[in-house]
């Protein structure tokens, strides 16, 4: 990934009128809607790319979601499905930690189809850790997509991503 592509891909802070931080990123991807969704939703495409969800399907469903590819042991925590309108919009919540809430959506046109991946953080939160790790992500399911290589380790990709979100190179 050059420095250019890193810029284009990186999420975007703004602040909201009550001080908390918006963060949001827009992918896009030649494939069709159904086949973005699939890759959010199901199991095995979802364990590829961010870890696996065990519990309810569907608006209120309750259960626990675990980041496999994340550092050392992989505890759970538990999630809630606020909103599920296939393939159109996902809204969830971590309901232990810091209260996480994560809006995807979804459009299509001409062939294309666009995530808007939204979080709003607390006023005061390290966005920029939160911002490098969604990238981190939001790159791995592009290559889940695309079949092709993903963003690699995360040590050497947060040396170069790191500082477009105001942080240094060590991860």
Excluded: N
Excluded at 155 to 169: D, H, I, K, S
């Amino acid at each position: 990934m050059t420095q250019q592509d890193a810029h284009a891909r990186r999420g975007v802070v703004s602040t909201e009128p009550d001080g908390r931080q918006r963060l949001e990123f827009r992918r896009s991807w030649p494939d069709p809607v159904d086949d973005v969704w699939a890759a959010l939703t199901e199991p095995d495409r979802l364990a590829r790319w961010i870890g696996t969800y065990d519990g309810e399907r569907g608006p209120g469903g309750t259960g626990t979601f675990v980041m496999t590819h994340e550092e050392g042991e992989h505890e759970g925590e538990a999630m809630r499905i606020v909103e599920c309108d296939p393939p159109r919009r996902l809204v969830l919540e971590w309901t232990t930690s810091e209260q996480w809430r994560v809006e995807l959506d979804l459009t299509s046109d001409g062939g294309t189809t666009t995530l808007v991946f939204t979080q709003v953080l607390a006023a005061g939160t390290g966005v920029g850790d939160v911002a490098g790790g969604w990238h981190w992500y939001l790159d791995k399911l592009e290559a889940e997509l695309t079949g092709t290589g993903g963003p690699g380790e995360w040590a050497p990709f947060w040396a170069e991503v790191g500082p477009l979100y105001g942080r240094g190179g060590a991860g």
